[in-house]
């Protein structure tokens, strides 16, 4: 005769790892379009599309449709020569309509974000590069200071001049999010391991069936932190290695695994509390 042995809370019953793909990392573009897509909109200023030769006027008299003067001077962009206004089917000038934000500092952000992301993504700094990267930049910074450089190249900054309407943030950025959303909640779930009291089943394709496999001189290892990737981007992510034991061994890697502490914790608390069948006689 047997009893069952005690279960396990149910929080611990099961714990499912989900290995992300690298466009979790992208939040930071879509984030930042949206918000330079509001601050665009918010400026309340509009783009004015006109031809080679154009040339803004202050104080200018400005005649209407009945060859009436305004009250008082005005400001006026001239086209010269024989060129036109971008027009529709009639044949009138374009309105204004287009939100273009007065500063170009709106779109060197955005720009800065996109490259810094794709820079992080694809070079990999683990361990002492990290830091060797960090102590790099600092003497870097130092450098300039000493030399008097950063005013030069904050002045250079300035010239450059990168404008996307409010229409290009929010469809660059809604794009983005909904790949995002699409990727991150659905696609990367297909790809996983789920651990329970004694074993873990594991899914390495989209639409692929489950492997099982027991817990018993399992090894889990945890790689170096990417400081950039992982802490900074990944708000706490990192790469899991796992292997099996036995005349066959296996080895499963799972990179960017989110909460990778908290997980690591249950898994090893859940080994710990391996379930024991008790007989008596």
Known sequence: MSTAPTPLP?????????SHSMLF???PVWAVGLLMALLTYLDKTLMVVVPPKTEAI?????YWNEGKSSERKRYAVVVRDESKLPSDDKGDPLQPKLHMANRSAYGVIFAATLLLVILITNVPLRGLWSVVVIISIVLVAVIFALLDWWEKIFHYLSL?????????YLFISLVLLVMWLVT???????????????????CQEIGGGESTYDTIGMVIQKQRDDLFRHIILGLGSGDLIVRTSGAHTHEFHLPNVLFINRKLQMIEAMMRDRPVVKGTA
Do not use: C
């Open 10 to 18: 149910s929080d611990r019953q099961e714990i499912m790892i989900v």
């Open 25 to 27: 990392y992208w939040w």
């Open 58 to 62: 202050r104080d200018a008299d400005v």
């Open 160 to 168: 450059l001049d990168i404008r996307i309407n409010a229409g290009g």
């Open 184 to 202: 991150t909640v659905f696609f990367d779930r297909q790809i996983y391991m789920i651990f329970t009291p004694g074993q873990f089943r594991v």
